[in-house]
């Protein structure tokens, strides 16, 4: 019998104290059975992260999930410091560098602009999709499957109902373990 799959929340918000969306998504899942999440503003030290424990909490996970708001078309700062530093060679890619393979990855991001917004020809001109194709690269290169992003939109906009069923939605697909691989 396999064991049960362990999911690893990698909750990335420079300001969660001045959080929405982020600190609502977080709190749906939290308490699931098999899924950590971990604060990357807590975890990170005066100069950055601890490298050799980010490491080692990964390998004991089936599924990460990269949790952040937008900026900047990209990942926030702190995300992009945990890529840069944890995702060594000889770890997460290149010779010997195979401790993510056959792991899950998944992106879940909120966005100022609405859907219509990230479309050809819309003010943001390109899809989410699209944007997202350095995370794709990144998956593909350290061996991992890239799951259907969650991508919860118009975050001023947004009205707590309709934030409260993005927060089901995730809390559902990280409870049912049904991430959707999109290659
Ligand atoms: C520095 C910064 C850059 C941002 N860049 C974008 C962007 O490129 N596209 C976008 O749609 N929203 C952008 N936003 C809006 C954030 O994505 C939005 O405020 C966030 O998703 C809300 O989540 P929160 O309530 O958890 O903070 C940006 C916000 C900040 C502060």
Same mark, same amino acid.
Request: hydrophobic share 40%.
């Given at each position: ?46 100069? =950055?992260? /601890? ?12 599924? &990460?999930? %990269?949790?952040? #708001? ?42 100022? =602009?609405? /859907? ?12 989410? &999709?699209? %944007?997202?194709? #350095? ?49």
């Amino acid at each position: 019998m396999s064991s049960p799959s362990r999911t690893l929340v990698l909750l990335a918000h420079p300001d969660l104290a001045d959080s929405r969306v982020n600190r609502v998504l977080a709190d749906a899942v939290g308490d699931l059975e098999g899924v950590t999440v971990r604060d990357l503003s807590v975890a990170r030290f005066r100069d =950055g992260f /601890d490298v050799a424990l980010e490491q080692h909490l990964l390998l004991g996970y089936d599924t &990460v999930v %990269l949790q952040f #708001p937008w900026y900047w078309y990209s990942v926030p700062g702190i995300l992009k410091e945990w890529m840069d530093q944890v995702l060594t060679h000889g770890f997460a890619y290149g010779s010997g560098g195979d401790a993510l393979h056959g792991k899950t990855l998944q992106v879940v991001t909120s966005t100022g =602009g609405p /859907d219509a917004s990230y479309q050809p020809g819309g003010y943001n001109r390109f899809t989410m &999709v699209e %944007l997202m194709r #350095p995370l794709d690269a990144t998956a593909h290169l350290c061996g991992m499957t890239l799951a259907e992003p969650l991508v919860v939109h118009g975050a001023r906009t947004l009205d707590d109902a309709t934030l409260a069923s993005y927060a089901e939605r995730y809390r559902s697909l990280l409870a049912g373990d049904e991430l959707r691989a999109t290659a």
